[in-house]
């Protein structure tokens, strides 16, 4: 016999957002509740960027809307760009940014495969 558990429903409308700074946000859909993947969605406005950071699990970005530059440590010259319906997937322990290049709101979906959000900051953004 199948054990039973009973599906959860998030609502993004009733998240609390978190500051990112004064150009992004960040609303937690699951995590350190008991559920095996940190997700979430991050809304950012144009000219946001993160610092250089690394997870030390494998991050996935969904693009839900806008677009995205991302890179990896050393590759700062060659960023990637995402638009809706594309998905970058980080791999452990890699340094990397992304950023809001262009001038309408991004909007992603981050799943952290870990039940909590562990970010390394390598170095700090400029903005």
């Given at each position: 016999m199948r054990p039973k558990a009973a599906a959860r429903i998030i609502r993004l409308a009733e998240t609390e957002p978190v500051s990112f700074g004064p150009l992004a946000q960040y609303r937690k859909l699951t995590g350190d509740d008991g559920l095996p993947v940190f997700t979430g969605v991050q809304t950012c406005a144009p000219g946001y960027s993160t610092p250089l950071h690394w997870h030390p699990y494998v991050e996935y970005l969904f693009i839900l809307e806008?677009?995205?530059?991302?890179?990896?440590?050393?590759?700062?010259?060659?960023?990637?760009?995402?638009?809706?319906?594309d998905?970058?997937?980080?791999?452990?322990?890699?340094?990397?940014?992304?950023r809001n290049g262009g001038d309408t709101t991004l909007r992603l979906l981050g799943i952290h495969t870990s039940p909590v959000r562990i970010v390394h900051v390598v170095e700090a953004a400029e903005r």
């Open positions: 806008g677009t995205m530059e991302a890179w990896t440590e050393g590759n700062e010259a060659t960023p990637s760009r995402l638009g809706p319906g998905m970058i997937a980080l791999p452990a322990s890699t340094p990397h940014v992304f």
